[in-house]
């Protein structure tokens, strides 16, 4: 069956615009997470959904990052007014009901902010 | 949440027993441990989780002593393409959360 897909795969902008990343989960998968992954490092937890609502957002690294889900399924994650260390692969994975404690990933969306 | 404590890097030549251990001193009663493989330029993989004694798939083992305070995740035979990083995970039993992955243990396989 289809997995977690996300896009696009690559981004680049320039400093100063927004960027939106999408992600598509897999059909039926109720939980959805947001992580940031920079070169070489581990990956960093941004948010996660249970259905369309948002019960953490601590993770969010500041105002400019917003995150939403609508109907239970594609989540949008939004970062305005880019900067450079907001270069980093976004990673998008999701949770069954039945198992939520087995995350599917998707393959991430590259961001270079130039 | 509990802390997991991951050595950064392994080496290991083909063919042998590859014994990753995971440190969480914190763990509480609820907490399940997870495990997770990542390859260059993809996403992780969920590899097995347990939350005592010994688990089993056709991946690998995972060995969890009494306390619960660390767990060994143990790769059979590796071969050139296990060569990833390795993530340990602790977290809520059947419960959407935030999930904190460390650093991982870079794994490195040598022919």
């Known amino acids: 069956g289809a997995g977690v897909s996300q896009s696009p795969s690559n981004k680049v902008t320039e400093k100063g615009k927004d960027v939106e990343l999408r992600c598509d989960p897999i059909?039926?998968?109720?939980?959805l997470y947001w992580y940031r992954q920079s070169l070489g490092q581990g990956l960093e937890f941004l948010i996660y959904f249970q259905g369309n609502s948002a019960p953490d957002k601590s993770g969010l690294p500041s105002d400019r990052f917003s995150a939403e889900r609508t109907g239970g399924s594609v989540s949008t994650l939004t970062i305005q007014r880019t900067q450079q260390e907001d270069s980093a692969v976004y990673l998008c994975?999701?949770?069954?009901?039945?198992?939520?404690?087995?995350?599917?990933f998707g393959p991430g969306t590259r961001l270079t902010v130039t | 949440l509990a802390k997991t404590t991951q050595p950064i890097s392994m080496d290991s030549y083909e063919g042998q027993e590859v014994n990753i251990t995971c440190s969480h001193n914190?763990?509480?009663?609820?907490?399940?441990i997870t495990w997770y493989q990542q390859f260059p330029s993809q996403g992780p993989r969920f590899i097995i989780q347990g939350y005592k004694t010994k688990v089993k798939n056709e991946v690998a083992s995972l060995f969890i002593p009494a306390d619960r305070k660390s767990s060994t995740l143990s790769l059979p035979r590796v071969s050139l393409s296990d060569t990833a990083v390795y993530y340990c995970?602790?977290?809520?039993?059947?419960?959407?959360?935030?999930?904190?992955f460390g650093t991982g243990t870079k794994l490195q396989v040598i022919p």
């Open positions: 914190n763990i509480a009663t609820n907490d399940y």
């Open positions: 994975a999701s949770s069954s009901p039945r198992d939520r404690n087995e995350q599917y």
């Open positions: 059909s039926g998968h109720t939980a």
């Open positions: 995970l602790v977290a809520l039993f059947g419960g959407y959360q935030k999930v904190t």
